[in-house]
């Protein structure tokens, strides 16, 4: 496969790529929208844990929780359940 001399990128492919530039460019653009997905779902997760562990304690008896229960899940990294 031959490229022409100019300017490329890697969401326009040069001239002569054809389907594969294509398929190269959808592939980028999964992967950018799953990274985009990663940061929010983890994103909204972070927030959740940092409201959690800012209740008082008549917030944590009216939901059942203890602060061990709290330490425990505001202690967890984004990506843990």
Same mark, same amino acid.
């Given at each position: 496969?031959?490229?022409?001399?100019?300017?490329?990128?890697?969401?326009?492919?040069?001239?002569?790529?054809?389907? &594969?530039?294509?398929?190269? =460019?959808?592939? +980028?653009?999964?992967?950018?929208?799953?990274?985009? #997905?990663? *940061?929010?779902?983890?994103? &909204?997760?972070?927030?959740? =844990?940092?409201? +959690?562990?800012?209740?008082?304690?008549?917030?944590? #008896?009216? *939901?059942?929780?203890?602060?061990?229960?709290?330490?425990?899940?505001?202690?967890?990294?984004?990506?843990?359940?």
């Amino acid at each position: 496969m031959i490229f022409e001399q100019g300017s490329h990128d890697l969401f326009h492919s040069p001239t002569g790529v054809g389907k &594969n530039g294509a398929t190269v =460019r959808l592939f +980028l653009a999964g992967g950018l929208a799953r990274v985009c #997905a990663w *940061l929010s779902i983890y994103g &909204n997760r972070r927030r959740q =844990r940092i409201a +959690l562990g800012m209740l008082d304690d008549h917030m944590l #008896a009216d *939901l059942g929780l203890s602060h061990s229960d709290v330490s425990r899940e505001t202690a967890k990294w984004p990506w843990q359940q």
